[in-house]
């Protein structure tokens, strides 16, 4: 079974840096592409950053220059984030679409089970 392990979340000040990973879990054949959502208290999940396989990104308006995403997009992707401000505290959650495993099946979305971060004033 495909899955995506998180690393990486944790307590800041403003200000501050964090380095959030994401791994595949499984064997696969191939991922079209990946990403990081966040989700605070009382809001929906929005898409943060996301990359495919052939290296586009793409950002959040309120996360450019901040943060970077990397990876190769096919069993691991980073998220760099700098200059961490207060509104940045949420659960992030790493994503995977068109997932492909070894027998052919195909896996539209995976979703991490999330890591916390908290930016403090």
């Known amino acids: 079974q495909v899955q995506l392990v998180e690393s990486g979340g944790g307590s800041v000040q403003a200000g501050g840096s964090l380095r959030l990973s994401c791994v595949v879990s499984g064997s696969i054949t191939s991922i079209s592409g990946m990403g990081w959502y966040r989700q605070a208290p009382g809001r929906q999940r929005e898409l943060v950053a996301a990359?495919?396989?052939?290296?586009?990104t793409v950002y959040a308006d309120s996360v450019k220059g901040r943060f970077t995403i990397s990876g190769d997009a096919k069993n691991t992707v980073y998220l760099q984030m700098n200059s961490l401000e207060v509104e940045d505290t949420a659960v992030y959650h790493c994503n995977a679409v068109r997932v492909v495993d070894p027998s052919g099946d195909m896996y539209l979305e995976v979703w991490g089970q999330g890591t916390l971060v908290t930016v403090s004033s």
């Open positions: 990359i495919t396989s052939g290296g586009s």
